[in-house]
């Protein structure tokens, strides 16, 4: 079955950086677009960003763009999300999916704060 694990999350100060992680089983990696988004308390989900099958084409969100970088390594069935310059309204919940958002990790917490 699909399976998407997130990892990589923690507390990082205002201005540090966090990379997540994206492990993928279950259905073809390679063809896939896989997605990042966000939730955090009292606010809806968030799309972040996504990467095309073969990394030839991302996506990032307003909010994040030109802090964050997604990446895929197709030997490893990973995507990552590189987060930097990180702000206290990154603080959130953050999932991976894919098959046109049908399959979601458990997510892994994201925490910027002093």
């Known amino acids: 079955q699909v399976q998407l694990v997130e990892s990589g999350g923690g507390l990082a100060q205002p201005g540090g950086s966090l990379r997540l992680s994206c492990l993928a089983s279950g259905f073809t990696f390679s063809s896939s677009v896989i997605g990042w988004a966000r939730q955090s308390p009292g606010k809806g989900l968030e799309w972040v960003s996504a990467?095309?099958?073969?990394?030839?084409?991302?996506g990032y969100a307003d909010s994040v763009k030109g802090r964050f970088t997604i990446s895929r390594d197709n030997s490893k069935n990973t995507v990552y999300l590189q987060m930097n310059s990180l702000k206290p309204e990154d603080s959130a919940l953050y999932y991976c999916?894919?098959?046109?958002?049908?399959?979601w990790g458990q997510g892994t917490q994201v925490t910027v704060s002093s």
């Open positions: 990467i095309y099958s073969d990394g030839s084409d991302t």
């Open positions: 999916a894919t098959g046109g958002l049908k399959y």
